[in-house]
Structure formats: C-alpha cells, structure tokens
T-cell receptor, first 112, second 116 residues
Framework: GQQLNQSPQSMFIQEGEDVSMNCTSS?????WLWYKQDPGEGPVLLIA?????ELTSNGRLTAQFGITRKDSFLNISASIPSDVGIYFC????????????FGKGTRLSVIA | DTGVSQDPRHKITKRGQNVTFRCDPI?????LYWYRQTLGQGPEFLTY????????KSRLLSDRFSAERPKGSFSTLEIQRTEQGDSAMYLC??????????????FGPGTRLLVL
C-alpha cells in the first residue's frame, strides 16, 4: 500500500529552539495534514493543507504543501515543553475524505 | 462542542474472546472512519462509512472484524475470537464531507486493546 516517509524519527532539542520535520511520498497526494499525538490519546489536527505550494501557519507552527505534491514539511518555532509528543504527517490521495495514509511519526523531546 | 468519543478507553481480554468498541462521531458528521495503531507506527485505515453505508474495507480487516453504523450516527467495531496480534489502539475519526468541499478527519481518544 501507499507509504509516507517521515523524518526524522526522533528529535531531542533545547527549549526555545526551532524544529523542522518532513514527509515525502512516491505518490501524489491532494491533501496533506499534520497531527500531534500525546501518549494514550488520539491524534489532534494541527494544520491542513489543500493546495500545492500552500503555506499555512497555526501559532508557532508552519506547514507547507510541496509543489510536486509529493512532500510536506512542518516547522515549530521557539519550542516549549508542551510541544513534546509524536507528530504525524498524513495524506489523502483523492479529495473528498478518502482514508488517510500516515507516516510513522516524529517523536519530539524538548529539554528545558 | 463535543468531539469524537470512544468507549471503552481500555479493554483487556483473553485470547479467543469477542470484544466490541463503540464510537460516537461529532454531531452531524456523515463520515466515520476506523483506524488501528500499533506501537511505534502511524494509524492504519480499517474501514469507513458514509451515513450507514460501509464504503470501503481495508485488507487489514479480516473476517473476524465487523463494523456497523446502523442509523448513520454511532458505530461499533467487533472483533471475534481475538488474537494477541489484535492488541493495538483502535481509533475512530469523523468528518463532514460532500463533493468538492475540503474537509478533514477529527479523531477520538482511542480504545486501547490488550489481548492476553
């Protein structure tokens, strides 16, 4: 089946640092989404991207939908301890809410 | 504003037993999805409904698994004759979808299943 390659697998950063993670695919996706998951909880939507080249911000988070439609990145600026968690990229091959394909996640640890 | 809810949050069962999970989507959401997530992996799609119709099933959904959404609102996922390999987090998501509208899926807190 389809797979998304998400990197890095894990990151250890100092509080206040900026973070960047990305997701690539061999297939074209029409929608890219970024979720955050805390232990024992379901994924929470952070940012949704619907157009190639789109750059969208949500507070300290910024995500972009790659021009080729095969990649996306998520940046977090000035990290804080509550940013700790697992970040997942997810894509949809077709518009209209087809099932999501997820990456394996980036585990973020923030050292105060 | 009520989000997606799932019940139970945790379930421990013995191999061979049947289990049933429930998902209540966000009110008025017409699509409901089930995903499974194992340790260290992202969620994987199992099946989804639009209203009461089951539109797609993944090959991950063996014949021991059955899902229903009888009135187009809540859904149940049943696993018969559970196996240790069924141990996972079962996630439900819902969305409001119609043609040419960009919508996305909102997830519940999940049901964590442990099969002994």
């Amino acid at each position: 089946g389809q797979q998304l390659n998400q990197s890095p697998q894990s990151m250890f950063i100092q509080e206040g640092e900026d973070v960047s993670m990305n997701c690539t695919s061999s297939s074209i996706f029409n929608t890219w989404l970024w979720y955050k998951q805390d232990p024992g909880e379901g994924p929470v939507l952070l940012i949704a991207l619907y157009k190639a080249g789109e750059l969208t911000s949500n507070g300290r988070l910024t995500a972009q939908f790659g021009i080729t439609r095969k990649d996306s990145f998520l940046n977090i600026s000035a990290s804080i301890p509550s940013d700790v968690g697992i970040y997942f990229c997810a894509g949809q091959l077709e518009r209209g809410n087809t099932p999501l394909v997820f990456g394996k996640g980036t585990r973020l640890s923030v050292i105060a | 504003d009520t989000g997606v809810s799932q019940d139970p949050r945790h379930k421990i069962t013995k191999r061979g037993q049947n289990v049933t999970f429930r998902c209540d989507p966000i009110s008025e959401h017409n699509r409901l999805y089930w995903y499974r997530q194992t340790l260290g992996q992202g969620p994987e799609f199992l099946t989804y409904f639009q209203n009461e119709a089951q539109l797609e099933k993944s090959r991950l959904l063996s014949d021991r698994f059955s899902a229903e959404r009888p009135k187009g609102s809540f859904s149940t996922l049943e696993i018969q004759r559970t196996e240790q390999g069924d141990s996972a987090m079962y996630l439900c998501a819902s969305s409001l979808a119609w043609d040419r509208v960009q919508e996305t899926q909102y997830f519940g807190p999940g049901t964590r299943l442990l099969v002994l």
